[in-house]
């Protein structure tokens, strides 16, 4: 055998052997790709699916918070008409200021002057009204939101 028919046998070998081995892994690639098609295909529809549930918690969400905030505004408003009327009730029975001694010569003082006293305890009560008002709000509030969260949970 020459020289010339050792490298052409050993280069045909070679050459077999780069083609065995490049067939295996162009087998390798589509088998690998083939599997990669396949789990591209399961992630995208495990996204629409998560997707999907999004959006439906989302509306059921929405339309939770249009009820909770329907409710908080029928209690809140009903609560008002409430207060005002015992409001009115309490400010028609008079003033917090006792009334003056029938025998006394200066009805208008009683170790007071009568009108201070008045504007004091008045600006006292209405301060109090506006902090009970807040603490009514915010107790309405919290009421409604932790309706609202209980029944997100569900």
């Given at each position: 055998m020459?020289?010339?028919m050792q490298l052409?046998?050993?280069?045909?070998?070679?050459?077999a052997l780069a083609l065995a081995w490049g067939g295996w892994e162009h087998g390798r690639?589509?088998?690998?790709?083939?599997?990669f098609t396949?789990?591209?295909?399961?992630v995208e529809a495990l996204g629409r699916a998560a997707a999907e549930r999004a959006a439906a918690q989302e509306k059921m969400n929405q339309l939770r918070k249009e009820k909770a905030d329907a409710?908080?505004?029928?209690?809140v408003t009903d609560l008002r008409v409430t207060v005002k009327r015992l409001r009115d009730e309490a400010d028609a029975r008079g003033s917090g200021v006792p009334a003056a001694p029938a025998d006394s010569s200066r009805t208008d003082l009683a170790c007071f002057d009568r009108a201070e006293l008045g504007a004091a305890f008045g600006g006292l009560v209405g301060g109090f009204r506006k902090l009970v008002d807040e603490g009514d709000a915010s107790a309405?509030?919290?009421?409604?939101?932790?309706?609202?969260?209980?029944?997100?949970?569900?």
């Open positions: 020459t020289p010339f052409s046998a050993g280069l045909g070998i070679a050459l690639y589509v088998e690998e790709r083939d599997t396949q789990f591209r295909g399961g409710t908080h505004g029928k209690v309405i509030g919290l009421d409604v939101a932790k309706e609202w969260a209980q029944g997100a949970r569900r």
